[in-house]
């Protein structure tokens, strides 16, 4: 997701502003364990780096 978001910011006009929505439970910073098993690694999680 950040990829498409950069593509975009990349090819739209200088100061265009956009929109971005996602469910809560994609952008968690927390994995999602179930039963000691890695149930879902949230996009938080890995794009934190990437946050501006």
Request: glycine share 6%; hydrophobic share 40%.
């Amino acid at each position: 997701m950040a990829e498409s978001v950069r593509w975009w910011l990349d090819r739209l006009d200088p100061g265009t502003k956009i929109v971005l929505l996602s469910h809560n439970a994609h952008i968690q910073r927390t994995p999602v364990v179930y039963e000691g098993e890695l149930q879902v690694y949230p996009m938080g999680l890995s794009s934190r780096p990437h946050a501006r």
